[in-house]
């Protein structure tokens, strides 16, 4: 199969290279696009529910944390070495928050990374995640 916009969920973490890594090593021979997100349940503190996309050229200065979560996934972006094409904060549970950025910007595979440990097994995100995504999704294994 060949993909064309593949969707990869950055949550900041050291291990985090490991999974965007993988993203570009496939994305690149097939001339796809790639889109970076992060989750975090912390922005509905704020007043924002849903997708965001994180350009907020429009918004008050008083939402830092989102402004802080752009930077931090523009620094990524800068990084990687592969055109970004978007870059998304959302809000909310991940085993259901991917469905709206996938059917409207075509993304036809996620790329997410996992860890084998306690606090994975008490809240598998990524087990949400599979019984939900209408695309492929690649989990790339993360060490403890």
């Not at 409207?104 to 595979?109: I, M, R, S």
Request: proline share 3%.
């Amino acid at each position: 199969m060949s993909y064309r916009h593949i969707l990869v969920a950055v949550d900041f973490d050291k291990d985090n290279r490991d999974v965007i890594n993988k993203a570009v090593n496939l994305a690149k021979p097939l001339n796809a696009k790639l889109s970076l997100i992060h989750v975090n349940q912390a922005i509905g503190n704020i007043g924002f529910t849903g997708l965001i996309d994180v350009d907020l050229s429009g918004l008050s200065p008083s939402v830092t944390e989102v402004e802080e979560l752009r930077e931090k996934l523009g620094e990524i972006a800068d990084s990687i070495g592969y055109d970004v094409e978007r870059k998304f904060v959302i809000n909310g549970d991940i085993s259901t928050s991917f469905e709206k950025p996938v059917k409207d910007f075509n993304v036809d595979l996620i790329v997410c990374g996992h860890h084998h440990d306690f606090w994975s097994r008490l809240s598998p995100s990524v087990g949400g995640l599979i019984n939900t995504s209408p695309v492929d999704i690649l989990i790339v294994t993360l060490k403890s």
